[in-house]
Structures are given as C-alpha cells and as structure tokens.
C-alpha cells in the first residue's frame, strides 16, 4: 500500500460518481473499470467470487479500490497508469507452510480486460478470436431477476420460440431448426460452470439469480464444447460460496399487467462461513407467480395463463490447501403454467377459442461435484455432474367442427457427465488446452391423445447417445502482433433407440426394418478448429476463424412407427474487427460477418397423422453480419446500440429418401411437398434484421442516495415458423421495450421499470397447436407491466 502513496496519473486522481451494488469482487472491480475508465486485474479466482457491500459516491479510482480490498480482505497493487491489479492479503507465515512446498502461482493475466472463462482457458478478451458477450449478473438482476428472456433483451444475437417458461428453444447467430420439443438435440449449448444443463430437451429457463456473469460465445464452438453447439453457447457463471465473510441479499416485487392478472416475484441469498477462510454455504431461492392475460370464453375463463416458477440452488465450497477446493452444487426449478400464452389471429385480441386447458410443467435438477486447483503453473479443473429434465406439455387437438380432442407429449431426460481439463496460459495469450469430456444421455418422448380424461397412448420413442471425448488447443504468439490458435476434438457416439407403445397389428416386414432401424450403432466425429488474431492498433484487432460443430442423429416418430434422421453439421469462416474495452473506453464497437454451410439440417414438420416428426430437409447457407456499438456520451451516461442481419436459405432439399417410412412406404404428398418448399424458405424462427438500441444513466445523489436508469428498444423482424405449407406461416416484426429505474436508498433500493412501453399486440411467435383446429394462431407480447419492487443487502 505504500507504494501507491506516489503521485497518480489524472485517470486515478480524479473523483468520479462511483455505484456499485453488493456483489463479488469480480462484478465489482468489472463496474468500476466501466465506470471510470480504469484497468483492474483479478488473477485469484477465490478473490474474485468474495463478496463486498455496496459502495456508493465519488472517490478517485485508487479510493474505490482500497475499500473494495478492505472489504475482502486484498490489496492493491499498481500496475502503471490507470491500471491496478487486486490479489488476496498474504497471511502471517506460520510453522506448517514452512514444512509444504511452495507451488508456483499461474501466470498473471494482463489487466485492462475481461476474462472470458468460457473459453476454458481464463483468456482475456483481448486474446480471443471470436464475438463473445460478457453480461454482469448485477446488471440482469435489475428489476428483478427473470429468465433467458432478459438476456435476449439485452442481444440481437439470440432468438427464441415462445410457447412460454421451460418450453422454449434458443437460438444463436441464425442457426435455427424448429418450433417443437422433439428428439433432435438443441442448437445452443447451455452451461451451469463447466456443465451442461440439457442435452436435447428445451431450454429449462433458469432464473438468472445470484451470478457473477453470463457469457455468450457465439458459435459453432465444436472443438470445446462438443455437440449441440452449433449457433453458440451459453454460460451462467455463478457467485461461488464465501468463507472470509457472512452476508445476503433479499428482493421483493410485485407487478401489474395491462388487461392481466398481477403478479409478484422474491429472491434470497445467503453466505454462510462454517469453517473461517476454510468451509462456506451459499444459498440462493427465488420464486415468481407472472400473471396472465389470454382469456378463453369457451370455458369462461380469464387470465388463464398465469406461471408459477419456483426454484434455488445449494452450493457448498472447501478449502483444501495448496490452492485446491472441492465444490458441491445442487439447483432444481420447478414451472408450472395454468394455460399456455398463444391466440387466435382473427379473434378479439387476447383471447383464444380452446375448449381445453393447455397447461405445461417442467422440472429440473442438477447436482455437481467439481475440483479444481494448480500443479506448479498448470491448471486443473473436474466438474461431474447428474441431471434430470422433465417437461409435460397439453395441446389442443379439436378439428374444426369435430369433437373435443386433446394432445399431451412427455419428455423425460436423465443425463451423467464429467468434463476434466488441465491448461496453462501465458501473459501474452499464448498457452495450451487439453481435456476429456463423457456424456450419457437418455431420454424419452411418450405421447398420448383422443378426448380429454380418456387419452390413448400414441407411439413414442427413447434415444440414448453415450459420447467419449478428447480434446486440446493451443496458442501461440507467432509474431508480436499475431497470435495464432488451432484445436481439434475427436468424439466417439454410440447411439441407441427403441419405439415405445408401438402398434400391435404390425407386419413381419416392418417389425423386422424397426429392428434395423433401432439397432445400436457408432459414429467418430473429428471436429477442428483454427483462429487468427491480429493487433492493428493498441486498441484495435481484427480476427479470422474457422470452427465446426454437429449433432448426432436418432429416433423420430412418424405416424405410427419410428425411423431415423441423420446427424447434421456445420462449418462457419468467421471475419470480425473490434476496437475499444466496451463500457471501459469512450467508443467500443465490433463488426462481424460469418458464413455457415449447414448440411443435412435437423429440423420438424408436421406428418401425415398431424402430428410434429423430425427429418433431415436438406442442405443450408447462412450469412450473418452483426454490428455492436457504444459511447459513453457523458459521466454515468452510456448509449450502445447493435444490429443483426441473417440471410439464410435451404437448398438442395432431401429428396423422398429422408422422408421413408418404417414399412417401405414413401410418406404423404404433404410430407413431400414440404420438403420441396423447403427449397424456397428461409431457415425457420430466424428474423433477417433483429435490432436493439439501449441508455443507461448512473448519479450519485445527496445524503448517499444514488439513481440508475436503464433502458432499451429491441426489433425483431419478419420471419417464418417453419417449412413447408403448414407451418409457413408470418411471425415477428415487433418492436419492444423497457425501462428500468433504481433508487439507493443506503442499504435498501426501490425500484420501479415498466415492459412493453407502447404497449404492442405484436406476433413472436405464430404457434401454440401443431394441430390444425380452423384457427390462424398468434403468441402476443406480454402487455405492458409495471413492476414496484424492495431491495435490501447485509
């Protein structure tokens, strides 16, 4: 601390209005460097994830960080000018340290910058070639912390379906396959640490409470993440337990909806040393009741879609010396939706004429064991884990003019992994990466129709896929401004299937091609991988990258019998230039274009019996350009904007022969014909144009009261459900919005936002039956919402 008593470079001297709510380290000093322009460097991971109470009004920048380190027990450390670096208070040496080696400490990571730990290798973003989003967990718990769905307001990048909490799929950077819960697996790998939260199920809409950060890597990342990451991943980074001190948060909320029911919303967190700087608890529950507002005058009911989400998590952290910890998790959500959120297109708005419920529900849970620490400079990391998924869904399936018919679809999912690394990095981004994932993955699509209390079992399906995989990478600093990287992941799947509650009047022939078809098989898939970095300026950098990704096929019903789909891939050439540290610089914008070639593409239609099945339609092209912006117009006051365009096409569509049944016979002509049309369609749920533009206001008041204000506007343009004549229909071209406001009261905050200003009808979504029941169906906004709520923070 002595030697920061030396004269300081303006940028430190100067007072600045600084707020930062209670959090981590890492959030902290992350906001500071925005705030006031300042490089600060956290290489202690421990240090990172400790807690600190809120700190509030105007302090040079070396102030702000003295009381962050008194506050976490670290000290301060200048770097040069403007730039620091926080590590954790050195102890007294007592007789036992004498008598251990002394480990070598991982190499500094350069200040200035964020780490983007999704990269597996804690590189800085000045290190990585590709888009990467690092959204802080403070800034998503504004106004309450909701689902996936906060994150996609804030992006361009990301788009979603709609049929509501726990249903939806995610998409990333345009790649996009279909509206339904099916047997193919998803096209975004979601991420709790370094596992996965699903395989193929949807996403399970995890409430975005108590985080560090989320990270979004757009895609494909094949060679670190395997399958299903073809658009992208995304990565929840959680505030790990505590042991140097106690404290926790409460938040509470309700909220009203234009035309709806009202709603209310809460969160807890706790941290709990057992043991001082040894053994610590963290304990995170939350629960929200959101209110409805489709009516059914069928049934005469109002407000019918309200959705109860209940969830938390558990996470025990131990020290075990030598720099080496053991960490237990445990996270579960529980959602229940009374009706689902779609209308008919041509009747009264908000209303829609089912003579069912059409409720849903999904569960969740995960348990995880990870160990992490250092052998001499290199890093190791063991993260396993047990996941199950399960999500129930009702549909109406009436005919026009026909009796009352109802559809229910069950997808069970039970999951084992093991994700085990060890990497070493080195200041200037060159280093390297080996690991060895495993994967097993079971889960089982049952369906069931005919009229509502007496619904007769339909033919499902069960798929298995057991992964086995090894993969690296490495970097190395080629010239002083060049920094080269290449990996490769080699993946063994062995997959496995059976049709469930088949037909009992089936022929010789067809029971003898269902066993082929269902036979156990296996497939090695190499997966390679290879980036350019380019320093044009000290603030400026191009990149070049090439990466690829896939999905393993599996078992699909069609009418009465199963068949296979073939597994698809794609490659992406990926050219970005990036200038400025966002939120830390006065300007920071990126540009990128990528185009995918996307073969054999994954994707669902609806088959002779009206129900969704799944084939291989053809072969893709996408290109995407995506432009980031933002400028810090005044102190505490920053606007960004983004834009994102996809052009997307489906050509060389399959012909007759993915579109086989299990008896030899060629499917309908409406089947065929999809297929064909597929040739003229854009890739579904995919909008050409998605914009956003967003403000955000920071001040600290008199009497240490401070004000935050946070706005946005998000466009999402036209584009289609799906291919084909029957789920071709229009979506999209809506503009939303929100505002948000906070003001500090000490240790207490109120806040008040608003959703949906204008208060749009708008379509996100064009379906809420695949069912053809005689009416054109629409997913609206949720109307405009105003929310009060109550923060507190010990």
Same mark, same amino acid.
């Given at each position: 601390m002595l030697a920061m008593a030396a004269a300081m470079p303006a940028i430190a001297a100067d007072r600045v209005a600084i707020d930062l709510p209670a959090g981590t380290v890492g959030a902290q000093v992350m906001a500071l460097g925005r705030q006031a322009g300042a490089n600060i460097v956290v290489p202690d991971a421990r240090l990172w994830d400790r807690p600190v109470p809120r700190l509030r009004g105007r302090w040079s920048v070396e102030q702000a960080l003295g009381l962050i380190a008194r506050g976490s027990g670290a000290q301060v450390h200048q770097l040069g000018p403007g730039s620091w670096r926080l590590t954790p208070r050195q102890k007294a040496p007592v007789a036992r340290i004498v008598r251990r080696p002394v480990s070598i400490p991982p190499p500094q990571i350069p200040s200035g910058d964020v780490v983007v730990t999704a990269g597996k290798r804690d590189t800085t973003r000045d290190h990585f070639a590709g888009q990467v989003v690092q959204v802080a967990g403070a800034d998503l718990e504004?106004?309450?912390?909701?689902?996936?769905?906060?994150?996609?307001?804030?992006?361009?990048?990301?788009?979603?379906?709609?049929?509501?909490?726990?249903?939806?799929?995610l998409f990333i950077r345009g790649i996009a396959d279909s509206s339904f819960t099916g047997p193919t697996q998803a096209t975004v790998g979601q991420y709790f640490g370094d596992l996965r939260l699903s395989y193929n199920a949807p996403d399970p809409d995890l409430r975005l409470a108590d985080l560090a950060a989320v990270e979004v890597l757009e895609g494909p990342q094949g060679t670190l993440y395997g399958a299903g990451s073809l658009g992208g991943l995304i990565r929840l980074v959680p505030n790990a337990p505590d042991p140097s001190?106690?404290?926790?948060?409460?938040?509470?909320?309700?909220?009203?909806?234009?035309?709806?029911?009202?709603?209310?919303?809460?969160?807890?967190?706790?941290?709990l040393p057992l043991i001082a700087d040894r053994l610590a608890v963290r304990v995170v529950a939350d629960s929200a009741s959101e209110g409805g507002y489709i009516d059914k005058p069928l049934l005469g009911r109002t407000d019918v879609n309200r959705t109860r989400i209940l969830g938390g998590?558990?996470?025990?952290?131990?020290?075990?010396?030598?720099?080496?910890?053991?960490?237990?998790?445990?996270?579960?959500?529980?959602?229940?939706?009374?009706?689902?959120?779609?209308?008919?297109?041509?009747?009264?708005?908000?209303?829609?004429?089912?003579?069912?419920?059409?409720g849903f529900s999904a569960d969740f849970g995960q348990a995880q064991l990870v160990l992490s620490g250092h052998l001499g400079s290199v890093r190791f990391r063991s993260s396993s884990g047990v996941t199950a998924h399960d999500l129930m869904e009702r549909y109406d399936a009436t005919p026009p003019g026909g009796p009352v018919?109802?559809?229910?679809?069950?997808?069970?999912?039970?999951?084992?992994?093991?994700?085990?690394?060890?990497?070493?990095?080195?200041?200037?981004?060159?280093?390297?990466?080996?690991?060895?994932?495993?994967?097993?993955?079971?889960t089982r699509l049952t369906r069931l129709f005919g009229e509502p209390g007496a619904l007769v079992p339909r033919t499902g399906v069960v798929n298995t896929v057991e992964e086995a995989t090894l993969y690296g990478e490495g970097s190395l600093r080629v010239l002083p401004g060049l920094l080269a990287t290449g990996g490769l992941r080699v993946t063994h799947s062995v997959l496995d299937g059976a049709g469930e509650d088949l037909p009992?009047?089936?022929?010789?022939?067809?029971?003898?091609?269902?066993?082929?078809?269902?036979?156990?098989?296996?497939?090695?898939?190499?997966?390679?991988?290879?980036?350019?970095?380019?320093?044009?300026?000290?603030?400026?950098?191009?990149?070049?990258?090439?990466?690829? @990704?896939? !999905? +393993? /096929?599996?078992?699909?019903?069609? &009418?009465? =019998?199963?068949?296979?789909?073939?597994?698809? %891939?794609?490659?992406?050439?990926?050219?970005?230039?990036? @200038?400025? !540290? +966002? /939120?830390?610089?006065?300007?920071? &914008?990126? =540009?990128?274009?990528?185009?995918?070639?996307? %073969?054999?593409?994954?994707?669902?239609?609806?088959?002779?019996?009206?129900? +969704?099945?799944?084939?291989?339609?053809?072969?893709?092209?996408?290109?995407?350009?995506?432009?980031?912006?933002?400028?810090?117009?005044?102190?505490?006051?920053?606007?960004?904007?983004?834009?994102?365009?996809?052009?997307?096409?489906?050509?060389?569509?399959?012909?007759a022969r993915a579109f086989t049944l299990m008896d030899g016979l060629v499917a309908d002509p409406v089947t065929a014909r999809a297929a064909i049309l597929a040739r003229l369609s854009q890739i579904p749920n995919i909008a050409r144009i998605t914009a956003r533009a967003g403000a955000t206001y920071r001040r600290t008041l008199a009497a240490g009261r401070d004000l935050r204000v946070d706005g946005w506007?998000?466009?999402?343009?036209?584009?289609?459900?799906?291919?084909?004549?029957?789920?071709?229909?229009?979506?999209?071209?809506?503009?939303?919005?929100?505002?948000?406001?906070?003001?500090?009261?000490?240790?207490?905050?109120?806040?008040?936002?608003?959703?949906?200003?204008?208060?749009?009808?708008?379509n996100r979504f064009a379906l809420g039956t695949p069912f053809t029941t005689g009416r054109d169906?629409?997913?609206?906004?949720?109307?405009?919402?105003?929310?009060i709520g109550l923060d507190a923070a010990f």
């Open positions: 504004l106004g309450g912390a909701g689902g996936t769905s906060k994150l996609a307001d804030r992006m361009t990048a990301i788009a979603s379906t709609y049929l509501g909490a726990g249903r939806n799929k001190r106690a404290g926790g948060s409460v938040m509470l909320g309700g909220s009203a909806t234009t035309n709806g029911a009202p709603g209310v919303d809460g969160q807890a967190v706790l941290n998590r558990v996470a025990i952290r131990a020290d075990l010396g030598d720099e080496w910890k053991v960490e237990v998790i445990g996270l579960g959500q529980r959602i229940r939706g009374a009706d689902s959120q779609y209308a008919d297109r041509d009747g009264p708005p908000l209303t829609r004429s089912a003579p069912v419920t059409e018919q109802l559809f229910a679809q069950a997808n069970e999912t039970r999951m084992q992994a093991n994700e085990t690394r060890a990497w070493q990095s080195a200041p200037d981004g060159s280093g390297w990466l080996a690991g060895f994932s495993y994967v097993h993955n079971r009992a009047a089936l022929s010789l022939q067809a029971m003898a091609r269902l066993r082929e078809v269902t036979g156990r098989r296996a497939q090695t898939i190499l997966l390679p991988s290879a980036s350019a970095l380019v320093d044009l300026t000290p603030g400026a950098q191009l990149f070049l990258r090439y990466q690829q @990704g896939f !999905r +393993p /096929g599996g078992l699909t019903i069609e &009418g009465p =019998l199963v068949r296979r789909f073939r597994n698809d %891939r794609v490659a992406t050439i990926e050219a970005g230039l990036r @200038g400025g !540290r +966002p /939120g830390r610089d006065r300007f920071d &914008g990126s =540009l990128t274009l990528a185009h995918t070639a996307w %073969r054999d593409i994954q994707a669902d239609f609806i088959d002779a019996t009206g129900l +969704p099945s799944t084939a291989n339609i053809g072969d893709g092209q996408l290109w995407t350009i995506e432009a980031l912006a933002g400028f810090r117009l005044a102190p505490g006051l920053r606007i960004e904007g983004a834009v994102s365009y996809n052009d997307s096409r489906i050509d060389e569509p399959s012909s506007l998000r466009y999402v343009g036209s584009s289609r459900l799906g291919v084909g004549p029957v789920l071709g229909e229009l979506q999209g071209s809506y503009l939303d919005s929100g505002v948000t406001a906070r003001l500090g009261l000490g240790g207490y905050g109120l806040t008040a936002g608003i959703t949906n200003l204008a208060d749009v009808r708008g169906q629409v997913t609206p906004l949720r109307p405009r919402t105003l929310r």
